[in-house]
């Protein structure tokens, strides 16, 4: 995977990634927990990086929603 990542996005998402290939999006969360959901659609991660508020946009439309993956 290559990964294109953005660091502090928020203080409840240290960091987003998106890899354009396999529609694959990475959250880090504090602590270094880390969560990898595909299929994301691009416009799906932009959105959730320029958002006020990520967590909230998070929650409503990929936590639960999209499947979570195990990273390679």
Known sequence: MNMVWDRHVSNGIREL?????T???AVVFPG???KFHAPVPYPMYAAIFH???????????VEGKIPTITSS
């Open 17 to 21: 990634g998106y890899d354009v290939k």
């Open 23 to 25: 529609q694959t999006m």
């Open 32 to 34: 270094g927990i880390r």
């Open 51 to 61: 958002a006020t508020f990520p967590e909230r946009l998070y929650r409503q439309t």
